[in-house]
C-alpha cells in the first residue's frame, strides 16, 4: 500500500493538474457573484480516469495554481486542500461504497461538491465576514452545478465511445 508514485502516476497526474489548471483559469464563465470555470468538471473527469489520490492531487495542485496566477493568493492554501477533500470524496464513492454502480462518480460528485460549497463558504468567513460568504455562496452552488453537469456530459460521451473503459488507470487498493 505504501507504493510510491511511479514516472507515469507523475506525468499523468501533472497532465491532469495541467488541464485542471487550464479549465479554471481560461474558460470563466461571468456570474452574478464573481465567476465560474470549467475547472471542477475537470478535478471530476480526472478522479475517474486516474483514481482518487492522483485525482485528488492533480485538482488541489491545478486550482491552486490558478489562484497563484490568478491573483486569488489568498485562496492558494484553501483551495489545494478544499478541491483534494472534494476529489477524495468523490473516489471514495466512486471505488469503494458504491463502485459497483455506474452512478457512483455521480453520488460523489454531488456530495464532494456539497462538501467543497460549505468548506469555501466557511473559510469566508474569517477571511471577510457572514455576509460576504453569504452573498458568494450561489456562485460556489453554480459553479460546482456547472462543473457536475458538463462532466456528466463529457463523461457520457467518453462512454459511449469506450474511451473510459479504455483509458480509466485502476484504482490502487
Not at 467543497?116 to 460568504?133: C, H, S, W
Not at 453537469?149 to 460521451?157: K, N, P, R
Amino acid at each position: 500500500m505504501d507504493k510510491k508514485f511511479s514516472a507515469k502516476d507523475l506525468t499523468v497526474t501533472a497532465a491532469a493538474a495541467a488541464l485542471v489548471f487550464l479549465t479554471t483559469y481560461t474558460f470563466k464563465i461571468p456570474a452574478p457573484s464573481g465567476y465560474t470555470h470549467l475547472g471542477d468538471c475537470m478535478i471530476f473527469i480526472s478522479v475517474l480516469l486516474l483514481g482518487t489520490k492522483r485525482g485528488a492531487l492533480a485538482g488541489g495542485i491545478g486550482a491552486a495554481l490558478a489562484d497563484a496566477l490568478g491573483g486569488y493568493t489568498q485562496y492558494i492554501l484553501p483551495t489545494f486542500f478544499i478541491k483534494a477533500i472534494m476529489a477524495v470524496i468523490m473516489g471514495v464513492f466512486t471505488y469503494k461504497l458504491l463502485k459497483d454502480k455506474k452512478s457512483g462518480w455521480f453520488v460523489g460528485a454531488l456530495i464532494g461538491g456539497a462538501v467543497q460549497i460549505f468548506l469555501y463558504t466557511v473559510i469566508k468567513i474569517p477571511m471577510y465576514d457572514l455576509a460576504y460568504a453569504l452573498v458568494r455562496l450561489p456562485g460556489n452552488i453554480l459553479q460546482t452545478g456547472t462543473g457536475i453537469f458538463i462532466a456528466s456530459v463529457i463523461i457520457a460521451v467518453l462512454e459511449k465511445g469506450g474511451f473510459i473503459a479504455r483509458f480509466r488507470l485502476k484504482e490502487p487498493a
